[in-house]
């Protein structure tokens, strides 16, 4: 199950070059005023990585840690003309990807202009662009990869409260409808595509429409505590919702919601310490947040979703911030990442062995955590830190040896092969 995380905020365009001590590092360029390359990479293994500085897409072989270069040339003065970095030219300024489930086509947010450019991720090109109504934190693809779902909290809706989902079809870029819901803020989607569920700024309940009937209907359903996401198992429409609690204005607590879609009935609820963010692995949900009052310490929590009980006795204390990410690496250690935090004496990346359901040593502060990726097959995480790549190894939860730092500020990863 795909982690649909919500990113928010906006980083600043800045040039910084930061070279950790005692690292090898593969120094990049990233600027994009002498025109980047548009040929295919032909990166095997390939990543994305979004550049907030340049526009552009950084393209990084996760298997073995490089970058592709062009093909140095000689001038008409016979210089010698280096290789430039390989990368997908997408925009003046790009934030959050998100990868289709076929792995297709990547979706790259450009927030100055409230687009989403599509990339073919074979070609390394970008094929067309979805403008929005507004500005957006998200988007979601229909688990057949054809359609785009993305929430506009503040769209203009004549006679209604500001808030709308667009829905996209990507091949052809056509905004094809358009679901009116106050104040959406993000979304998620059954495994059939059938039903979309909403989740508003501010609200206790979410809005269960369903894309196939004719006209579409919607049923908002109350009883929940700042909805904020939800995820659902392989074949069903039992949506498990996480409730942000107390950290997003509600007065009830934070907690884990079991909710048939198709009857629209609550079934379940498990306490947790914190929910505002989630990564589903098997039968067990993995969930962080930070609880109220500010400065009680945020949590970490395991729930067994097949009985909705809760497999941490007492909720595992991480570092502070608003938590938005994971990435669980093939060694069990969940890393959890956050913005806004402290980042004084410990970092806004917290690292949690699932195994044992214990914390890690916190680690250094080093920025906010807007991405993180586990990489197939190695004890290896690649977290976008501070507007940096960091590769941690994940036996030691320190960075590895050899690390590859770009000219910007980074923003969003995927794996696109």
């Not at 980083?11 to 090898?24: E, G, S």
Request: with cysteine.
């Amino acid at each position: 199950m795909a982690n649909h995380n919500v990113l928010s905020g906006k980083r600043l365009k800045r040039v910084a070059v930061f070279v950790p001590t005692l690292l090898t590092v593969l120094l990049v360029a990233a600027c994009g005023s002498s025109g980047p390359p548009t040929t295919p990479s032909g990166v095997q293994h390939a990543a994305f990585i979004s550049n907030t500085y340049s526009g552009n897409l950084q393209i990084v072989n996760t298997q073995n840690d490089t970058t592709a270069y062009t093909a140095e040339t000689t001038n008409s003065a016979g210089q010698v003309v280096p290789g430039a970095p390989v990368t997908v030219a997408v925009s003046t300024t790009v934030t959050f990807e998100v990868l289709s489930p076929d792995k297709a086509t990547t979706l790259v947010y450009d927030p100055s202009s409230f687009t989403l450019w599509t990339v073919t991720n074979s070609a390394d090109v970008v094929a067309g662009s979805l403008p929005q109504a507004g500005p957006t934190s998200m988007a979601l693809f229909s688990p057949d990869s054809s359609t785009a779902y993305v929430p506009v909290p503040s769209a203009t809706v004549s006679g209604n409260h500001p808030g709308l989902v667009q829905v996209w079809n990507v091949a052809n870029t056509m905004n094809t409808a358009n679901y009116t819901v106050a104040g959406a803020n993000s979304v998620a989607i059954s495994p059939s595509g059938q039903y979309l569920l909403v989740f508003s700024n501010n609200s206790d309940s979410l809005t269960v429409i369903d894309t196939t009937a004719s006209p579409v209907t919607y049923a908002s359903i109350t009883g929940f505590a700042r909805p904020v996401n939800a995820f659902f198992t392989a074949g069903s429409n039992i949506a498990y919702v996480l409730n942000c609690g107390p950290e997003c204005g509600s007065s009830s607590p934070a907690s884990v919601t079991e909710f048939n879609v198709a009857s629209h009935t609550i079934v379940a609820t498990v306490p947790v310490g914190g929910a505002s963010v989630g990564l589903l692995n098997g039968t067990t949900l993995y969930v962080a947040g930070s609880p109220v009052p500010p400065g009680t310490k945020s949590t970490f929590d395991a729930v067994n979703i097949a009985s909705m009980t809760r497999l941490t006795a007492n909720s595992v204390g991480i570092s502070d911030g608003f938590h938005t990410t994971m990435a669980l690496a093939q060694n069990q250690k969940l890393y959890i990442g956050a913005s806004s935090c402290s980042n004084t004496s410990v970092g806004c990346l917290s690292v949690v062995n699932v195994s044992s359901n214990t914390a890690d040593t916190p680690l250094p502060p080093r920025g906010s955590i807007t991405s993180l990726l586990a990489i197939s097959g190695r004890d290896v995480v690649y977290a976008i830190e501070g507007g940096y790549l960091h590769i941690y190894d994940t036996d030691t939860d320190t960075l590895q040896a050899t690390q590859i730092t770009f000219i910007g500020a980074l923003y969003g990863i995927v794996q696109t092969d």
